[in-house]
């Protein structure tokens, strides 16, 4: 069971929650849509709050405060 990821705590709505890449808990991971692999530990677990991109993402997608999308899905 992986600690509480940052982007969930601030409410990021980018934040897609946790995947297991073979289906265990083992290789949990959080993932989101500027990291659909899997979100790095400095922004997960670390100081940087992803308010500018990357080395190395692949897109232009920051933190934004808002509704998860599972939450716009709902009723």
């Known amino acids: 069971m992986l600690a ?3 982007c969930y705590a601030r409410h990021c709505k980018h ?3 946790i995947q297991q890449p073979d289906g265990t808990e083992i ?3 959080n ?3 500027a990291f659909l692999d899997y979100i790095p ?3 997960a677990y670390g100081d ?3 308010l500018e991109p990357i080395d190395g993402q ?3 997608i920051v ?3 808002g509704f998860f999308q599972w939450e716009l899905n709902e009723g």
Do not use: M, P, Q, S
């Open 15 to 17: 934040y897609l929650g």
């Open 63 to 65: 933190f934004e405060k």
């Open 58 to 60: 692949a897109n232009e």
């Open 4 to 6: 509480e990821c940052k």
């Open 48 to 50: 940087d709050e992803h």
């Open 41 to 43: 530990d400095e922004i």
């Open 31 to 33: 993932y989101c849509e």
């Open 27 to 29: 290789t949990e991971v």
